[in-house]
């Protein structure tokens, strides 16, 4: 359960225009924290920095009270489990998919796996056994189960940092919610990043920050926030 810091990040893509402009915040381990803000506000942008696709220009980005510059990347990405808004499946069973980076192993392995790691009400919504073949060739899945198998792919890796980002906004409202609250549940007491542009889908988290090209605007509890509009 580790703690996230941003201390001064200082980011942009290109160098005459800065997308992160001295960003700090901080991220209790075991927290549940979110960041909002309109398209292009730079929330995917922290995601991409945390996974370490790219680097700040300044500043630091601590793990654990570690900068991430001197973790090996393999640890890293095995500490951070991302998942994006469209995800994409392989042309295989689900228990593939779930358990996609398991080498060898079969769809059962990975159903027991998932059993194991208590993700079942993610998956046992799904109306198709782990043997189903998905994808092109086999069984077109709605967006909603294939969230709900690209989120347990990410969680059946036990990482202690999961970052989900805009995973459910594409879905419709009762879908969403639906999968917010197993998500509530199966990531208690994981440090987790929920990016999202509605505060609604964020209600849940213990706290929110609001960027707004790519500076905190302000930072809150849900309830918070919603008296100060
Ligand atoms: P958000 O997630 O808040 O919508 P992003 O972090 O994805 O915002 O992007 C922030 C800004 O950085 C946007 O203006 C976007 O166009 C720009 N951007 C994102 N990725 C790249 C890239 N690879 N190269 C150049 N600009 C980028
Ligand atoms: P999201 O907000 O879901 O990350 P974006 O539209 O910001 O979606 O980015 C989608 C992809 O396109 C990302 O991989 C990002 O790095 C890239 N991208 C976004 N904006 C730009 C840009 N201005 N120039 C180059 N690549 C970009």
């Known amino acids: 359960r580790p703690s996230i810091v941003f201390d001064d990040v200082v980011f942009g893509y290109e160098p005459d225009r800065t997308i992160l402009h001295g960003l700090s915040f901080e991220v209790p381990a075991g927290q549940a924290f979110a960041i909002v803000g309109p398209s292009g506000a730079g929330k995917s942008t922290i995601a991409r920095l945390l996974y370490r696709f790219y680097d700040p220009l300044s500043g630091r ?121 197993t998500l509530h549940r199966v990531a208690e007491h994981r440090t987790s990043l929920s990016i999202a542009h509605r505060l609604s889908t964020i209600a849940d988290a213990d706290r929110i920050l609001v960027l707004n090209e790519g500076k905190l605007a302000e930072s809150g509890t849900h309830s918070e926030l919603l008296r100060r509009d």
């Open 61 to 181: 980005i601590l793990i654990d009270g570690q900068d991430i510059r001197q973790v090996a990347q393999t640890s890293l990405r095995a500490a951070i489990g991302i998942v994006p808004q469209d995800s994409v499946l392989f042309n295989d069973t689900i228990g593939y998919n779930i358990g996609y980076g398991r080498d060898g192993a079969e769809a059962h392995e990975i159903e027991t796996a998932a059993r194991g790691a208590a993700l079942m009400g993610l998956i046992d919504r799904l109306p198709q056994g782990f043997e189903t073949e998905v994808g092109e060739r086999g069984l077109k899945l709605s967006g909603g189960e294939k969230q709900r198998v690209a989120i347990a792919r990410t969680l059946v890796k036990n990482p202690p940092i999961l970052i989900l980002d805009e995973a459910t906004s594409a879905l419709d409202t009762r879908t969403e919610q639906d999968i917010l609250a």
